[in-house]
């Protein structure tokens, strides 16, 4: 009944679905997609519920798919050790499975594209470049339409960064934002500007600042804008860096947006925020 707009929200240009669209009622896949919107407000304690009860379902493709969204959701919070076993978790209920194919990659090739990328980010967080990069690989064989493709450009520029190579991270950013343009999907676009924004500074060529700033302005403007909390407060942090005489604006607004986030999430998400070096929780 709701799909359409949970889709609408999740990977294309409405990220504000009627709030009865989440509400956790329907199909597993709708439930799954309300989960994946209400991380992407924030929302993760809501999003945990609906998570936890799909990585039990029968359909090994769609508990597989719970899994990985439910590692992204704590590695945002910096639960990298905790996405990892998640992740793991799903690529095994994936592994040799067959499903119809899915316009947005809410299948079987899609679900063990997902395990293996957050496999890689989980690794590159804990300082396994190499298995980071065979993961990504791995990721890229497995499914080449556009969400894998949009989020295997976020990983590789996040590896190319880790490996201090800023030049080399900026192909892997573009080709996610234009990608994630040419779908419209709106917070893939959001998320990519972002990644894009931070490969080039790290580039560190003479015109790249600008365009960087640019890029984090906008990327703000239209997370605020639609609600997207798990990415406000990243671009604020990238803002802070790029704007120092108004960092404490960036900063101030960060706390203000991690606040409500925390307060939202699960205990395991406020204690693996509380844990983690990544995540500049306010008071800590």
Known sequence: MHEPALRAAAFGSDPLPDPAALRGSGSPRERLLAAVVLGAQGRYAAAATLLDVLRQERDPVMASLAASTLASHRRQLGGHRQARALDGEAFAKAAARTSEPDPDGLDAAGARADALLGLAADNLALGRLGAARRLAARAAAEDDRWRATVRGGWVGAEIELAAGQ????????????????????????????????????????????????????????????????????PAALVAADLRPGHAEEYRFRLAQVLHAVLRSADPCGRRVAGESPWVPVPGG
């Open 166 to 233: 800023g030049a080399d991270a900026v192909p892997h950013a573009e080709r996610a934002r234009e990608t994630a343009r040419a779908r419209g999907a709106q917070r893939h676009i959001v998320k990519s500007g972002i990644v894009l924004a931070v490969a080039l500074l790290a580039a560190g060529e003479p015109d790249h600042r600008q365009i960087s700033d640019d890029l984090v302005g906008n990327a703000m403007a239209q997370a605020e804008e639609c609600e997207l909390l798990s990415l406000s407060w």
